[in-house]
T-cell receptor, first 108, second 114 residues
Framework: GQNIDQPTEMTATEGAIVQINCTYQ??????LFWYQQHAGEAPTFLSY????GLEEKGRFSSFLSRSKGYSYLLLKELQMKDSASYLC?????????FGTGTRLQVFP | KAGVTQTPRYLIKTRGQQVTLSCSPI?????VSWYQQTPGQGLQFLFE???????NKGNFPGRFSGRQFSNSRSEMNVSTLELGDSALYLC?????????????FGPGTRLTVL
């Protein structure tokens, strides 16, 4: 079966660092995406990991361990506009399988 | 470059009716995927079309169907609507070359079934 797990909700304070975890069990694996989705809007691409390790892109970083079926998204210097849902998705043989998403609320 | 467009943005239907949603991908993108998003289930994959052929299909009943035209525009059809079909329907386009697999999402069509 296909299973992608993320925490449902997280809260953090402006200026802090937050780590959103994602674990997956899928029949195939060709890469892992992170998307950001603000309420009422379409998901937008954040990162794509194919190999193990950390990919850094400004305030956002994404880590992948294929042997552990594990990824995390790290958000630094949190801003109020980072309040959104963060979706982990596994690229499995030409289709994306999404987790249910993590709703992050950033407080002043 | 224009983004992915979806029409209509909002739709209200009653049970038993059928509906057709449209998606125009980014110019040059040949892959179009459709997703259903509900609060409880998250984003669920419906199907993917590439060069007018359905390449992948999710676990949805046969009431959900789609097609893709030669210009890569895609339509999705849902027949005999049920209350549980109320959701945000998103389409995403991609070049899907194996090297660049980023999917670009449209704004979605919010379908309400009464």
């Amino acid at each position: 079966g296909q299973n992608i797990d993320q925490p449902t909700e997280m809260t953090a304070t402006e200026g802090a660092i937050v780590q959103i975890n994602c674990t997956y069990q899928t029949s195939g694996f060709n890469g892992l995406f992170w998307y950001q989705q603000h309420a009422g809007e379409a998901p937008t691409f954040l990162s794509y990991n194919v190999l193990d390790g950390l990919e850094e892109k400004g305030r956002f970083s994404s880590f992948l361990s294929r042997s552990k079926g594990y990824s995390y998204l790290l958000l630094k210097e949190l801003q109020m506009k980072d309040s959104a849902s963060y979706l982990c998705a596994v690229y499995n043989t030409d289709k994306l399988i999404f987790g249910t998403g993590t709703r992050l609320q950033v407080f002043p | 470059k224009a983004g992915v467009t979806q029409t209509p943005r909002y739709l209200i239907k009653t049970r038993g009716q059928q509906v057709t949603l449209s998606c125009s991908p980014i110019s040059g993108h040949r892959s179009v995927s459709w997703y259903q998003q509900t609060p409880g289930q998250g984003l669920q994959f419906l199907f993917e079309y590439f060069s007018e052929t359905q390449r992948n299909k999710g676990n949805f009943p046969g009431r959900f169907s789609g097609r893709q035209f030669s210009n890569s525009r895609s339509e999705m059809n849902v027949s005999t609507l049920e209350l549980g079909d109320s959701a945000l329907y998103l389409c995403a386009s991609s070049t899907w070359t194996g090297l660049d697999n980023e999917q670009f999402f449209g704004p979605g069509t919010r379908l309400t079934v009464l």
